[in-house]
């Protein structure tokens, strides 16, 4: 069965100055012990790793395009496909659900369509994204492990800013704070 | 410089900066082991050769932990055969072993039972990638040993066109955003299709034949030779079946080669046929 | 027994972004001592304070760093701040409300196993942790008490921090340094243990936040001054993390021996004036501890002669409504989700963990079921790499002595039953 051809993507040239930036911003020569602090970078600066990206950063660390790969699709806040909304993490985890977090989820759900799941869980980060109503709702959405916040529970962080004792109301409200339609 | 270790009971000599694993294999006895390959380095992440070892809390990868004086080993504990033969049913539960005889002898050995996970256990789900002349690469088939991201990389080819990616269930071995291999930074030389123990990765000639119901090693027979393209010489097996040559090896204790061949070694051998079973 | 805030002295009370703050409360006596007084000193009083890791190893302190102090050529020291089990917020806490302590106690940590370089691993979601922690290193470094010459001692010592991005598994400390190194956070195989090649291969002390945050502690109140508090084998305080059903979810600082019972009660006791079901205790990588244990001490050897763990200090607290294997589900789906997959009886296992207790959460439980959560419970603990795959059972299977295989009707709560619905492994 043929795959589909997926050729590596010639970065975009504002990715290549936020590339370039960022190494300039290091001082000195990366190392790849600069490459997760790089990624940080990009990504607050692009709002994403594009594939494109991460193929110029990997030429300029002299570093093989799988193993930058391979690390980028390891971490859950890497994100490799582009936020199609406000970000928005709902932590689920025990001590949230203990306090409600499955009915909040569940509100959610109802609200803006089902989470997204970590790229790096479903393989392929490239096939993530693809999601059908969730990808065309305002708020790109996910459950997360614990935020360490339990005393606060449950929580949320939406558009960057940190939520306790929320509920789906109050995530509205927080959205449309930061900018999101919602 | 030898040491004395103490193994099942027995004492034994064993070599210093030796692993247990080399230790109990010149002893005559063994661990089951699929991530393990003599030319690479131990990577110990299949944990099927787990011994126990004393004042050790967990058990110890009999492949890489070397040998200290006075050790205490023991290869046959009841914790010792439960954790390989789970071990072993967890990976044959979730791949397809059905060109990776060694897998299933070793479940054999334990009187393994991957199917009692169920049939709804989730398995592997990758398609064939089928995106080349020389071989493919099924993923279904992987147990994630890592032998062929050695092989490429720093163990053998300083190629590094693979590696991992994703993470847990989902960890697969990757070109880097699942590039065709031509889009790779792939030099086919095929190092590691030899090292694969699964079959994941396989020659396309033998894929095409095992497809065609033609593959049959008993009526293959293998030709000791060198590579004829320089002047390395690089040993070669030809594994012929019904007078055409069929795949290309080299043996893993060869002084020269390790194992390792490049793409002509490797593939280039069509050329001897005037019609090449290829495509 | 009372709360005692000895860690958390200044927390709420002294301005964390103030150096002058920190000072007018004791802040780098600790480190005045030390210098004065010498490595040797820092060393024997770590040692005979019985300051246990407070990290989930429970490995003594003080052996630890002297390993590093009389290894060979470069050090480093490494403040594991990737706080990530489940139910766990003390070290984001002192990390916000305290980070000169933070960044004294690894001071002290570097000039005593004579390293220059100190890195804190913070985790990635702690960003306010992370801007705090730096303004304290900017503001030490300007008074002179990090650096080429740190604290006058004439020697060098400087702390970066870096930031995880979402990964439980690189709190284990070998995946820490491959994380730092630039490679997948997977851990490495022990031996060699990190005291002997640790960051970059360098020996390195790696100590958590609140293991750190003792020492200085220790050495302003002396040896004897800090076992004041806590038994003969768990000495000091510990900081527990109290969350679930209670009325106040929390931080508590309490001697270590206070019991379990104690430490809800300061917690406001369980909420609604309902009753007790079960304790998560330590974690996801904890175990289930039934209303039968309230009077248990909490201690490391208390802890563990009931089969449970201190582990990393959070205390989930279920009460008599919560559905017991919906909160198991979203253990198994935890690991589920973070193993790194590098070794086969934690990257399968915790698969088949996870579709196994989510039969169990729905109902759908299968008679081999048991025998089969065992089996994979004794091979990840036995045979997995880290500590991930080594503690990924104990929750499940001691809540499978807590509530036998098919859990009553009133336990399957709407959770379990959306889980019957949905594939296991998604979201529940």
């Known amino acids: 069965m043929p795959i589909e051809p997926n050729p590596p993507a010639p970065a975009t040239e504002r990715e290549r100055e936020a590339v370039d930036r960022a190494i300039a911003g290091l001082g000195v020569e990366p190392r790849r012990s600069d490459l997760l602090p790089l990624l940080h970078a990009l990504q607050d600066e692009l709002g994403w790793l594009p594939r494109g990206a991460l193929h110029h950063l990997a030429d300029r660390m002299n570093l093989p395009f799988p193993d930058v790969w391979g690390v980028a699709t390891f971490y859950a806040l890497l994100r490799l496909d582009p936020p199609h909304g406000t970000i928005l993490h709902v932590c689920d985890d025990v001590p949230c659900r203990l306090r409600g977090a499955d009915t909040l989820v569940h509100d959610l759900e109802a609200r803006y369509g089902p989470p997204r799941r970590f790229a790096g869980e479903a393989h392929g980060a490239v096939r993530s994204g693809e999601g059908g109503a969730a990808s065309r709702a305002p708020v790109d959405w996910e459950t997360v492990p614990c935020l360490g916040r339990c005393e606060e529970a449950p929580v949320a962080v939406a558009g960057g800013r940190e939520l306790g004792r929320v509920t789906a109301d109050g995530i509205a409200a927080a959205l449309r704070h930061s900018g999101g339609d919602a | ?279 | 027994m009372p709360e005692i805030r000895r860690l958390l002295a200044r927390a709420g009370v002294a301005d964390p972004e103030s150096l002058e703050a920190y000072r007018s409360l004791r802040g780098y006596e600790a480190l005045t001592r030390a210098t004065e007084r010498g490595p040797a000193w820092v060393l024997s009083e770590l040692e005979a304070s019985g300051l246990l890791g407070r990290g989930g190893a429970a490995f003594p302190a003080g052996r630890k760093w002297r390993a590093v102090a009389e290894a060979g050529g470069r050090r480093r020291v490494v403040c594991n701040a990737d706080e990530s089990e489940p139910g766990t917020f003390k070290d984001r806490v002192l990390m916000e409300e305290d980070p000169f302590a933070v960044v004294e106690a690894m001071t002290i940590a570097g000039l005593t196993v004579g390293a220059e370089d100190g890195l804190i691993y913070v985790r990635g979601e702690y960003r306010l942790a992370a801007t705090r922690l730096r303004q304290a290193i900017d503001q030490a470094e300007r008074a002179g008490l990090l650096g080429a010459d740190a604290a006058g001692t004439g020697r060098a010592f400087r702390i970066r921090v870096f930031r995880g991005a979402g990964a439980y598994i690189c709190g284990e400390e070998t995946a820490l340094f491959n994380s730092v190194e630039g490679r997948r956070g997977e851990p490495r195989n022990k031996p060699p243990f990190p005291t002997q090649a640790g960051l970059f291969g360098d020996p390195t002390l790696v100590n958590n936040v609140e293991t750190l945050c003792n020492v200085p502690v220790v050495l302003r109140e002396g040896a004897s001054g800090f076992r004041r508090y806590g038994t003969e084998r768990s000495t000091g305080t510990k900081l527990w993390c109290v969350s679930g059903h209670v009325e106040r979810p929390g931080l508590y600082e309490v001697p270590f021996g206070t019991t379990l019972g104690e430490l809800l009660e300061l917690a406001g006791g369980v909420w609604r004036g309902r009753r007790l079901q079960a304790v998560l205790c330590g974690g996801a990588a904890g175990t289930f501890l039934g209303p039968d244990r309230l009077d248990l001490p909490l201690t490391f050897e208390d802890l563990r002669t009931a089969g449970g763990t201190v582990g990393s200090g959070a205390v989930i607290v279920l009460d008599e409504t919560a559905s017991l294997w919906d909160v198991v589900l979203r253990v198994a789906r935890f690991f589920q989700e973070e193993s790194c997959g590098q070794c086969v009886p934690c990257r399968v296992g915790t698969q088949r963990q996870l579709e196994i207790v989510g039969r169990l959460a729905s109902g759908r439980a299968r008679p081999e079921d048991p025998q089969l959560l065992a089996d994979i419970g004794a091979a990840m603990t036995d045979a997995s790499i880290c500590g991930l795959g080594q503690t990924a059972a104990g929750a499940v299977l001691s809540a499978l002595t807590l509530q036998p295989l098919v859990p009553p009707s009133n336990s399957r709560g709407k959770g379990a039953q959306r889980a019957a619905r949905g594939r296991p492994g998604e979201s529940v």
């Open chain 2, 1 to 279: 410089m030898s040491i004395g270790i103490e193994v099942d009971g027995r004492a034994l000599e064993a070599d210093e900066g030796m692993t247990i694993l080399q230790a109990l294999r010149r002893a005559g006895m063994d661990a089951p082991t699929l991530c393990y390959h003599p030319n690479l380095t131990p990577v110990n992440v299949c944990r099927a050769c787990v011994v126990e070892v004393e004042g050790s809390r967990a058990l110890v990868p009999s492949c890489s932990r070397r040998v200290e004086p006075g050790m205490r080993i023991r290869t046959d504990t009841g914790r010792v055969r439960r954790a390989r033969k789970v071990v072993l049913e967890l990976l044959a539960s979730s791949v397809d072993t059905s060109t990776a005889p060694e897998l299933a002898a070793h479940v054999a050995a334990y009187q393994g039972d991957p199917a009692r996970f169920g049939s709804d256990a989730v398995r592997v789900d990758e398609p064939l990638r089928d995106d080349n002349d020389l071989y493919v690469r099924d993923y279904a088939k992987c147990i994630l040993c890592y032998k062929c991201v050695e092989a490429c990389g720093e163990d053998a080819q300083y190629t590094f066109a693979l590696a991992v990616a994703g993470r847990g269930f989902a960890a697969r071995i990757e070109t880097g955003a699942d590039a065709p291999l031509l889009e790779s930074r792939c030099v086919f030389c095929g190092n590691c299709v030899a090292v694969c123990p699964t079959g994941a990765l396989m020659p396309l000639i033998e894929h095409r034949m095992r497809q065609a119901g033609e593959w049959d090693p008993s009526r293959q027979h293998v030709a000791e030779t060198i590579c004829p393209y320089c002047g390395v010489g690089c040993a070669l097996e030809l594994h012929v079946q019904d007078n055409r040559i069929v795949k290309v090896t080299s043996p893993a204790d060869h002084d020269v080669t390790r194992g390792h061949l490049c793409v002509k070694g490797r593939f280039g051998f069509t050329y001897v046929h005037p019609d090449p079973p290829s495509r």
